[in-house]
């Protein structure tokens, strides 16, 4: 077979080719960069979306207090918005205000943990280009939507075994500091 018959044609901006793809999603968290849920969907016009709440879904429903999100401007939606605090989940989503007025409010751009959580999304990038660049990422060779999330998963896993030693080796450092003190 030399195509996938899950895969679908996705093209990831205007001007640009489309390709047989998949979406891979990440929830990673902003403290260490470690992966907390991973999982692959069609690429579809709102998978992203659809993806994160479902992730945030599975983490929420095992917590009691409040969690935040961060994430980028296409998640600046009405639904999404709402959603997620109907989830107990603060979303911390960069303000989407080109032609149009954000979904956020002054409740959740107000706290100094919105700024917070703005300046560490590029945490989510660097589990992505390391997945990509010493993962099997960059060209994947399984075919259907099954196999091809086992090996996302499969991966985020391992990004997170490669950095638990240097995360370890820092707090180690960090309280003999505090010790010298």
């Known amino acids: ?16 080719e489309s390709k047989l793809s998949y979406l891979g999603h990440a929830l990673v968290e902003n403290r260490n960069g470690l992966i907390a849920a991973a999982m692959v969907t069609h690429a579809e016009g709102y998978a992203e979306r659809d993806a994160a709440l479902l992730m945030l879904h599975e983490t929420q429903k095992h917590r009691s207090r409040r969690i935040t999100v961060g994430a980028d ?3 600046d939606t009405k639904d999404f918005v709402a959603t997620a605090r109907e989830m ?27 700024g917070i959580s703005l300046s560490r999304r590029w945490l989510v990038e ?23 999330d086992w090996l996302f998963v499969f991966s985020c896993a391992a990004h997170n075994l490669i950095r638990l030693p240097r995360l ?14």
């Open 1 to 16: 077979m030399t195509t996938d018959g899950d895969a679908r044609l996705y093209k990831k901006s205007y001007g640009k």
């Open 73 to 75: 401007e296409a998640y």
């Open 88 to 114: 107990n989940v603060t979303p911390h989503v960069t303000k989407n205000e080109k032609g149009r007025h954000s979904n956020l409010d002054r409740r959740t751009t107000r706290q100094p943990g919105y």
């Open 126 to 148: 660097k589990g992505f280009g390391w997945l990509k660049q010493i993962g099997p990422l960059r060209q994947v060779k399984l075919r259907g939507l099954e196999k091809v």
């Open 168 to 181: 370890i080796a820092q707090r180690q450092h960090v309280r003999f500091r505090e010790q010298c003190a």
